[in-house]
């Protein structure tokens, strides 16, 4: 009876919160599991094929709605926490929200994103068949601390999960190490050649997390992920099961898994990963991969994305909240050959970490080329990052507390797309920004 009345109240509040005009992903499960803190402990029971949750940080929730798709596009009901709520409460939401008036959930498999700081709380209570470790960059220094610590949480929780199969990047050396932890079954995705320029980059695990030598790369792709080895303990990168060849990154992308060539129309290096992440879950899940390319078809990127909209000229909008992903922002924003505009928007609200030291981490000297037209900087940390760009050489066209203002300016201007970098707390508003100049150019 408590947990049918939890998720009454949560369906409720679910309700309430979209008519009020909130996501509403993650507060009606918080109240849900002050009614009844078990709520979510009979996924296992209710799931008949298998749980398959995503951590990592960066693509997680690409690679989760990435396999959901896919697995829709095969004919399964799958329970997915979409919108990213990625805690026990987004968790909890997602189930409430699948359950009919009688608290019953049908679910073929559950396809789950848990921030990685949760993930030895979530397995207390949802046990996974299958776990997919995308990346480990620094992130929320404020929250997380440095990378160490997160690796020893997941590896708390790897030991709570139980016997677990393991889907890693073979790429990451802060990755591959889970794969020798004691319960763990794991398979590794990577890309096995040189692809882009070997130019500087901010590394972040050089060290290997073995014996703490400094590793060896005989090419890297971004940050630390490359091809890796450590010459003092012999750790080095595994032969990938999935191994990705024969890459090209003009839109849209191309490349081999295990000899498959697959044609997809994203943006971005990274998504490479992302899409490798998917193809072998989904085969380590049992299910077939021979028509990967279509079942990705109806997949919609999440808010943030590469997401475009369009006005007189197209505007992109993507989520760029660390070190990492921010130099692969860069780096696409760059591969565009047209002339652009670019905005970048930086909030320190607690979902975005209180300190903003990382932006000094960010290779925004990389951002100048002969196509940039103006670069215009927003947010509540707009002084901080008109400063960093005044250190990398590159001057600011205009400074402004409105986003609204800084796209209205860049339609204006004789360039040909616009690009609006932003991290967490600055994405929603954007949106919300960029859906309501589309309202009103629609009407004029």
């Not at 996974?128 to 949480?153: A, H, K, S, W």
């Not at 860069?330 to 903003?356: C, F, M």
């Amino acid at each position: 009876m408590r947990k049918l009345l939890a998720i009454w109240a949560g369906k409720v509040l679910s309700v309430a919160g979209r008519l009020a005009g909130k996501k509403s992903s993650a507060s009606p499960g918080a109240f849900a599991l002050k009614i009844c803190p078990t709520l979510v402990n009979d996924i296992n029971k209710i799931v008949t094929k298998k749980v398959i949750v995503t951590c990592g940080t960066n693509g997680k929730t690409t690679t989760n709605n990435l396999m959901c798709s896919a697995l829709e596009a095969k004919g399964y009901k799958v329970l997915c926490n979409r919108l990213g709520a990625n805690m026990l409460s987004g968790i909890a939401t997602t189930y409430i929200q699948a359950a009919d008036i009688f608290g019953r959930v049908k679910a073929d498999y559950a396809c789950l994103e848990i921030d990685e700081a949760y993930t030895p709380i979530v397995f207390k209570q949802v046990k996974p068949d299958i776990m997919v470790i995308t990346n480990l960059f620094r992130d929320q220094l404020d929250r997380y601390g440095e990378i160490d610590i997160t690796v020893n949480i997941i590896k708390r929780a790897i030991a709570e999960a139980g016997k677990v199969k393991m889907v890693l990047n073979a790429d990451d050396p802060l990755c591959v190490q889970f794969g020798i932890e004691p319960n763990a079954d794991a398979v590794y995705y990577g890309i096995s050649e040189k692809v882009l320029p070997q130019v500087d980059d901010t590394k972040e695990g050089r060290f290997c997390p073995i014996c703490g030598k400094e590793l060896e790369f005989d090419f890297y792709h971004y940050s630390q992920l490359g091809s890796f080895r450590c010459l003092s303990c012999g750790y080095k990168r595994p032969v990938p099961e999935y191994d990705i060849t024969d890459v090209s990154l003009k839109t849209p992308i191309k490349f081999s898994v295990n000899g498959r060539r697959m044609e997809v129309n994203y943006k971005g290096f990274y998504n490479i990963y992302n899409l490798a992440a998917v193809y072998a879950a989904m085969d380590v899940a049992g299910e077939g991969t021979d028509d990967f390319g279509r079942l990705l078809e109806a997949y919609k990127p999440q808010i943030g994305r590469m997401q475009e909209f369009n006005f007189n000229k197209p505007v992109i909008l993507s989520l760029s909240k660390n070190p990492a992903g921010f130099n692969q922002a860069i780096s696409t924003v760059n591969t565009d050959e047209r002339k652009k505009d670019v905005i970048i928007a930086i909030n320190d609200l607690a979902n975005d970490g209180r300190d903003v030291s990382w932006l000094w981490d960010v290779d925004f000297h990389k951002i100048k080329d002969e196509n940039l037209n103006t670069l215009t900087t927003t947010g509540i940390r707009v002084y901080d990052i008109s400063l960093r760009f005044k250190y990398a050489g590159i001057d600011v066209d205009m400074m402004t507390d409105s986003m609204k203002d800084a796209v209205v300016k860049a339609l204006a201007t004789d360039s040909e797309v616009v690009y609006v970098l932003v991290n967490y707390t600055a994405l929603y508003p954007t949106e919300g920004v960029l859906k309501e100049l589309e309202k009103e150019r629609g009407k004029e």
